[in-house]
């Protein structure tokens, strides 16, 4: 689904890489960062009782 359409999931958050955006599936939020309408990189998948900001209070590539 991602392939098909990028933007499906809600902007969390700009950064200078690319747009993270969070797309909703059952009870889990997978992050992605949007680099293009043809690049995404999976940041991670949550659980959607954890509070992603824990995991995203700066982004960083290499963690």
């Known amino acids: 689904m991602l ?3 990028p ?3 809600y902007q969390y958050r700009s950064e200078n890489e690319g747009d ?5 599936y ?3 939020r997978i ?3 949007l680099k293009s309408t043809t690049r995404i990189e999976i940041l991670g998948v949550f659980h959607g009782a954890l509070d992603i900001d824990n995991y995203f ?5 290499d963690n």
Not at 20 to 24: E, F, G, M, N, S
């Open 3 to 5: 392939k098909d359409f």
């Open 7 to 9: 933007e499906i999931g």
């Open 20 to 24: 993270i955006r969070v797309l909703l």
């Open 26 to 28: 059952g009870h889990y």
């Open 31 to 33: 992050a992605y960062l």
């Open 57 to 61: 209070t700066k982004f960083d590539r």
